[in-house]
């Protein structure tokens, strides 16, 4: 079974805070995906990375930066958390088009609170 | 208008009906996934699809690609299916999802 695994469940941070959340996966997977899921506006993607040291802006990236030094370990950076970014963080990874199976699995998830 | 619709928004039902939850797209594709997110956060994947029908136990997803639609149909529903379940596209020749809104269903002993 694929195992995609984040470091916290839980996390509470205060404003300005620079907090790092972290995904590993087991599944030699290329590709690691950041998304945020909020109320009513669903899941919506940060970055993601096609290869280590490889990274590209989703479609909410401000705010946020990501590290890929080792294939199976992707890091969400927030360098100054704010209360907006109170949050579900999900981490997901999948191997890349061409393969049979694409898929991405998801992690069980963050839930950031900024205070 | 989102690229992805999903209809209803919520579900309640009783044990035992039969549920249909439909996705719609604008978009071309190369798949589409119905996840499942129960309370708590994680997702799962349920299904992969770019033609046809397949089917999981109780579970039975269907794609017409030429009305770029797909419904997930539940048979002999139970309060252990109560989840919210996503739709979302794999668009040809990139790595990424665009996701529904989701569905939540909730199912009544």
């Known amino acids: 079974d694929v195992k995609v695994t984040q470091s916290s469940r839980y996390l509470v941070k205060r404003t300005g805070e620079k907090v790092f959340l972290e995904c590993v996966q087991d599944?030699?997977?290329?590709?690691m995906f950041w998304y945020r899921q909020d109320p009513g506006l669903g899941l919506r993607l940060i970055y993601f990375s096609y290869d280590v040291k490889m990274k590209e802006k989703g479609d909410i990236p401000e705010g946020y930066s990501v590290s890929r030094e080792k294939k199976e370990r992707f890091s969400l950076i927030l360098e100054s958390a704010s209360t907006n970014q109170t949050s579900m963080y999900l981490c997901?990874?999948?191997?890349?088009?061409?393969?049979?199976?694409?898929?991405?699995?998801f992690g069980p998830g963050t839930r950031l609170t900024v205070t | 208008k989102n690229e992805v619709e999903q209809s209803p928004q919520n579900l309640t039902a009783q044990e035992g009906e039969f549920i249909t939850i439909n996705c719609s797209y604008s978009v071309g594709i190369s798949a589409l996934h119905w996840l499942q997110q129960h309370p708590g956060g994680g997702i799962v994947s349920l299904f992969m699809l770019s033609s046809g029908k397949k089917k999981h136990g109780r579970l039975i997803a269907t794609i017409n690609i030429q009305e770029k639609h797909s419904s997930l149909h539940i048979t002999a529903s139970h309060p252990r299916d109560s989840a919210v379940y996503i739709c979302?596209?794999?668009?040809?020749?990139?790595?990424?999802?665009?996701f529904g809104t989701g569905t939540r269903l909730k199912v009544l002993a």
């Open positions: 997901a990874s999948s191997f890349l088009p061409g393969r049979e199976r694409y898929e991405q699995y």
């Open positions: 599944m030699d997977h290329e590709n």
């Open positions: 979302a596209v794999s668009t040809s020749g990139t790595y990424k999802y665009i």
